[in-house]
């Protein structure tokens, strides 16, 4: 019900079937005698264990047929009825922009019909006839939001961002007619109230649980004007965080560095030259040279370029970004969503924002994040300091007279990388070509430690040039999952790396899931192959393990599918997967130089295992940076927020409280292009820690286990990727782990003990 997060699908028999019944009718006899027989038979044959393992069922190899047969007019709208395709992959090839608004339009519709249709019943309150009936609501809703939203991050247009505005307040709104109908709540309440009598399997009273705390969340227990001003509010911070995300993408690509001559860029690695180039002549800017800006405050090229004047320019428009004034200027529109959203959590009877964030993740509260906040930014401080020391030397051993800068730490810290280790970051980028590293290494690791298989499709349809789609197939041969994966950057991309579903796992609606993964790696010329970055490989591994958790679901409710958990949780499984990517086994099958197809040398991989803890001090307290600057922002009431400019000094003097010397270590991101915090991320920026906590002990669990086995691979899939929200987090994580967490494997991998 929860429109777009939480996404649901109608309930057949099987999903193969519907597809063939859909066929079926559709199809002239002749066809059906071609394909739909044959596949029926084989599907019956099927049934049997050693036919399935020696040949996987696939409809994807029939996809071509299907779209050709399939008689679908052009006005007709394909988001209204339940795409065809296999496992009811979305149209990319029908989907028009002009197809949005009127799908979302009928289906707010659809859904207050359903919803009325419930409250409206004879029957006195029951768990299937409310509870049930409020998860199969929205379906048409949920279906174009999910492709909605999805495409507006990953390949995104003016027709879109203008419906993004215009949609905002309305999809608000439309889950506030909801969440606020005093006769549904008093049906869900009836049932809450009567629980402990119901007999209901442990996950259907979770479900149960879980409705009624969203409606109370939601401000339905408030009074009627209360409730009213709770919409007026929600309309009004939804129209804000949209114009807050539209103005960073807008930032990032107006706000691209514009380089004169390939001599300035002295030390960056000739392919991203060569793509600084392309990019200049994209923009008519012939004969230059521009490198685009990532989300994040520090940019790889600062790693490599010589030329100081060109990096303090580089960092300086970086953390300008959206505060510089303008029309993308973000302290005002952040200001207003501060101050809504701290109106609203009052409005609640909380004290702040963070306060009623906090109740629903597994931290529970304020003081609980602030504790682990302070209780590791102290060793990290003094770990940043001593880096600090050990790269002013660098600079004075350069012959260099100038005290180090914020713009100067990346490159001084590969100087002092490869002066302690004999290692340069940049050797690893020729072992690290992107379709190696995903098919042998993200795919081969999965593969070895749950027995998965995948198989590239080239009939689904995809919705930019580069999107590449996979077969998932589970260990007996059957389909999973359908994987997409879209990995370059575009200008009508977001930045960062994300993970999104389009559809959910739920054995209640018996679906399966097609998730997708979105990286920002820079794509080379014409004819080059694409050389990653050891952080971009870590991503693509972590990335993946969003994936698995979506993948590996196995829950009955869409409610609490794939990674519907809460948020300082849901970053776990994929910081655990991470690990694969330096595990020897894995490493040692995908790192292939791209000419020589030489394996990585013994001591090169040594070298890249012995500087794990190297620079943690830094990267430890950039991100800390961000997470007490999201939770300062948060835990102010209306009176407190920051006007306008105000919010810069705000900043400053939040990080100053807290030790850290903005013009040496700036934070991950500053309040004017944090898009997390209008995410879901919202005072829950700390959950990358708090997870971590979660990873690092978890790592050692499979260290101690023998590692990559299937043995290991299933007792984690088993025990927690495939529970989902099914369960309390902290109650799945002991089922895995034995115990409750130790916090002191992060402090060991950080350095920080």
């Known amino acids: 019900m929860q429109i777009i997060h939480r996404l649901v699908y109608k309930t057949y028999t099987s999903g193969v079937f519907r597809l063939l019944r859909d066929l079926c009718r559709e199809m002239d ?6 394909i739909v027989i044959p596949a029926l038979v084989s599907l019956q044959s099927g049934c049997s264990e050693p036919e399935l393992s020696e040949k996987p069922i696939s409809l994807a190899e029939v996809n071509e047929a299907v779209v050709e047969f399939i008689s679908t007019p052009e006005e007709t709208n394909p988001f209204y009825e339940e795409s065809p395709l296999y496992l009811n992959y979305p149209r990319f090839d029908r989907i028009q922009d002009a197809h949005y608004l009127p799908a979302f339009e009928r289906g707010m519709e659809e859904e207050l019909e359903e919803i009325e249709a419930i409250v409206n019943q004879p029957d006195q309150p029951s768990f299937d006839n409310t509870i049930l009936a409020l998860e199969l609501t929205g379906q048409l809703l949920d279906r174009v939001a999910r492709v909605f939203y999805a495409i507006s991050s990953a390949h995104t247009n003016d ?67 209360e409730q009213q001003h709770m919409k007026e509010l929600n309309a009004e911070i939804a129209s804000f965080e949209t114009l807050y995300s539209q103005n960073i993408l807008s930032e990032v690509n107006d706000l691209a560095v514009i380089v004169d001559t390939e001599e300035e860029l002295t030390g960056l690695d000739q392919a991203l030259i060569t793509a600084a180039r392309e990019e200049a002549a994209a923009r008519d800017l012939d004969g230059k040279y521009v490198l685009p800006l990532l989300n994040t405050s520090s940019q790889p090229a600062l790693a490599s370029l010589q030329n100081r004047a060109l990096r303090e320019i580089i960092h300086s428009i970086s953390l300008s970004r959206g505060s510089r004034g303008g029309d993308f200027d973000n302290t005002e529109v952040l200001s207003n969503v501060l101050r809504l959203r701290a109106e609203r959590a009052q409005l609640l009877g909380y004290d702040n924002h963070a ?44 012959g260099q007279d100038f005290e180090l800068a914020s713009w100067d730490w990346d490159f001084y810290t590969e100087k002092l990388r490869l002066a302690r280790y004999d290692f340069d970051a940049k050797e690893l980028r020729p072992y690290f070509e992107l379709n190696n590293v995903l098919l042998k290494g993200v795919f081969f690791a999965a593969e070895q430690l749950y027995g998965i298989t995948f198989k590239e ?87 993946f393990g969003h994936a698995l958790h979506g993948m590996f679901s196995a829950v009955e409710y869409p409610y609490f599918s794939g990674t519907s958990v809460p948020r300082d949780f849901v970053e776990y499984p994929s910081q655990v997967n991470e690990m694969w990517a330096i595990w020897p086994e894995v490493l040692a099958n995908y790192a292939i130089h791209h000419e020589t197809g030489q394996s990585m040398p013994q001591e090169l991989l040594e070298k890249v295992l012995s500087t794990q803890t190297f620079n943690q001090g830094f990267e430890t307290t950039e991100y800390l940076a961000a997470s007490i600057l999201d939770q300062a922002l948060h835990q102010l009431n209306t009176d407190e927020i920051p006007v306008g400019d105000e919010i810069m000094e705000f900043e400053r003097s939040t990080f100053q409280g807290a030790g850290i010397v903005l013009d040496s270590v700036p934070p991950r991101y500053r309040s004017t292009y944090f898009n997390h915090i209008m995410g879901g991320y919202h005072a829950g920026y700390y959950s990358y820690i708090w997870s971590e906590v979660l990873d690092a002990d978890s790592v050692d669990w499979f260290k101690e286990n023998g590692g990559l086995t299937r043995e290991n691979g299933d007792h984690f899939r088993q025990t927690l990727l495939s529970r989902g929200g099914a369960d309390d987090a902290m109650t799945l994580f002991r089922k895995f782990r034995g115990r409750d967490p130790d916090i002191t494997p992060l402090l060991e991998r950080r350095g920080l003990n």
């Open 159 to 225: 027709e879109i961002r203008a419906l993004e505005q215009q949609l905002a307040p309305r999809l608000a709104g439309h889950e506030d007619n909801i969440l606020l109908n005093p006769d549904l709540f008093e049906r869900v309440g009836i049932i809450y109230e009567q629980r402990d009598d119901l007999a209901l399997e442990p996950e259907s009273m979770r479900l149960l649980e879980k409705y009624y705390t969203e409606f109370v969340r939601g401000g339905a227990a408030l009074s009627v004007p």
């Open 29 to 34: 006899s002749k066809l059906l005698n071609l």
């Open 355 to 398: 306060h009623f964030i906090l109740e629903d993740r597994t931290a529970q509260t304020v003081a609980a994040v602030n504790n682990r906040l302070a209780e590791l930014t102290t060793p990290a401080l003094a770990n940043v300091n001593r880096e600090a020391v050990d790269l002013q030397q660098m600079i004075y051993d350069d």
């Open 457 to 543: 499709q080239i009939s689904l349809p995809v919705y930019q040039e580069d999107v590449r789609v996979f077969e998932v197939y589970d260990t007996t041969g059957t389909t999973l999952a359908i994987f997409i994966a879209d990995f370059y950057a575009r200008p009508t991309k977001r930045g960062g790396a994300w993970m999104n579903s389009y559809v959910s796992q739920s054995n209640l609606l018996n679906t399966r899931p097609i998730v997708a993964n979105h990286l920002n790696i820079t794509k080379p010329s014409e004819g080059e192959v694409t050389l990653l970055t050891f952080d971009e490989v870590t991503t693509m591994f972590h990335e």
